[in-house]
């Protein structure tokens, strides 16, 4: 359970303070635009992920691709003599 609460950096945070946050947002926003607002959250949060994966794979792919780096194919077999 603390190791979960340090990834979530809310060492410091008890329950009754995250309650008292909870009911503050839930009276700014009311309980009819919240679920809205997560659904905009989490279509944010899975855009930036699938950018960021895609980002990695362009550089995983372009790092071990070594026709690009030399302009000269090369032979990925062993040469054996």
Same mark, same amino acid.
């Given at each position: 359970m603390f190791f979960s609460l340090q990834l979530l950096l809310l060492e410091g @945070? =008890?329950?009754g303070e995250? @309650? *008292?946050v909870f009911l503050v947002v839930l009276l700014f926003f009311? =309980? &009819?635009s919240i679920p809205k607002i997560a659904r905009s959250l989490g279509r944010?949060?899975?855009q930036l992920r699938d950018a =960021?994966?895609?980002i990695q794979d362009d550089i995983k792919s372009s790092a *071990?691709? /070594?026709d690009d @780096?030399?302009?000269f194919p090369v032979n990925k077999k062993d040469? &054996? /003599?």
């Open positions: @945070i =008890s329950a995250l @309650i *008292f009311g =309980s &009819k944010g949060m899975r =960021s994966q895609q *071990f691709d /070594e @780096i030399t302009g040469n &054996k /003599e």
